[in-house]
């Protein structure tokens, strides 16, 4: 678990134990999550994995549980960008647009905590 060298504001985490439940914009219900695996996170944004497709600006409903932590954390977000890993899977990149302050404190506090962890 690294922080990805850059100039973002927020630095991004990378994880490989977190998963994130997506629902597809048009069926937010339980009936039709995919399970994907978190590559990064952070304060405004992940990217995960997935085998399926999803369409450039398509919204979703992200719902996934830190580590260590008992807060559910639902949030709407968009894809703004994908990259294709193999002929299988691709990875997509999202960013929150309805993130509460309690569960923004939440991934700060999981961010910081590994980044002073693995310094």
Do not use: W
């Amino acid at each position: 678990m690294n922080a990805i060298e850059e100039r973002r504001k927020n630095p991004r985490i990378e994880v490989d134990y977190v998963t994130v439940e997506v629902y597809r914009e048009k069926s937010f219900t339980t009936d039709h999550a995919e399970v994907c695996p978190v590559v990064n996170l952070s304060a405004t944004g992940m990217r995960f994995s997935s085998d399926r497709k999803f369409d450039d600006k398509q919204k979703l409903r992200l719902t996934f549980v830190l580590p260590e932590s008992m807060i559910v954390i639902r949030v709407n977000a968009q894809i703004m960008h994908t990259s294709e890993m193999d002929h299988q899977n691709c990875h997509f990149g999202v960013k929150f647009t309805n993130l509460g302050d309690t569960e923004q404190r939440q991934i700060n506090h999981f961010i910081q905590k590994l980044l002073v962890e693995h310094v």
